[in-house]
């Protein structure tokens, strides 16, 4: 899927037009319309404040990733890995049973 695909899906799901969009990123919304049909590229300043208006990582606009991680799954990521060992393995192990639980539930 394409950076501008990305965005125009992102960007629906916030509930976002692309005058407010446009509005946050000091453009016009044109110019919004233009890399939502992959016309223009932004720059990697304008993208990354796209994501942090739209709470999706870098990597998800770009296409490095399909996840659509969060600011707050990216912060709980990040304090779980500046744990010590033992204590992220806890972390693991119940994650780890907690998503068997929810396969045996048929939920994922």
Do not use: H, W
Not at 44 to 69: F, H, P, Q, R
Not at 91 to 108: A, H, P, T
Request: include cysteine; aromatic fraction near 6%; charge should be positive.
């Amino acid at each position: 899927m394409s950076f501008g695909k990305r965005l125009l899906d992102a960007r629906k799901k916030k509930g976002i037009s692309q005058e407010e969009m446009a509005e946050k990123l000091k453009t016009k919304g044109p110019v919004i319309g233009r890399y939502e049909r992959d016309e223009m590229k932004p720059s990697i300043e304008t993208a990354a404040k796209m994501a942090d208006i739209l709470n999706v990582s870098l990597d998800y606009l770009v296409g490095k990733t399909d996840m659509e991680l969060d600011k707050t799954m990216i912060k709980r990521i990040q304090l779980v890995s500046k744990l010590p060992a033992k204590e992220k393995e806890c972390v693991y192990v119940f994650l780890d049973s907690f998503i068997d639980r929810m396969k045996l539930q048929g939920i994922l």
